[in-house]
């Protein structure tokens, strides 16, 4: 079963959050001291499957499509995606 790991902080550090199934507006996420999980991931795991990450609510905006592996804020910065993900779709 694909497993998407985001982390509030750069190198898999900070608050994480599991996601086994899609969820179309991170905004509805809980995420201690910060609301919710909207714009806040900088670092990332997928495992076992594929999934697209979306900067905007509703799986529209610009997107990353990630095979498994683990992507660090550098990754997220080259695509202009850090502290954007809104939304994800577990493929
Ligand atoms: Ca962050
Ligand atoms: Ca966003
Ligand atoms: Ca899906």
Redesign the pocket.
């Known amino acids: 079963m694909t497993k998407v790991t985001l982390y509030s902080g750069n190198h898999f550090n900070g608050w994480h959050k599991e996601f086994k199934?899609?969820d179309g507006d991170l905004r509805n996420n809980y995420k201690p001291y910060a609301d919710n999980w909207n714009d806040e991931a900088s670092s990332i795991k997928v495992e076992d499957g594929s999934a697209k990450l979306y900067e905007h609510t509703g799986y529209e905006g610009r997107w990353l499509y990630l095979h498994p592996g683990e992507y660090d804020v550098s990754f997220l910065n080259h695509w202009d995606m850090n502290n954007q993900i809104s939304s994800i779709?577990?493929?």
Do not use: A, N
Request: proline share 0%; no cysteine.
């Open positions: 199934s899609d779709d577990i493929l």
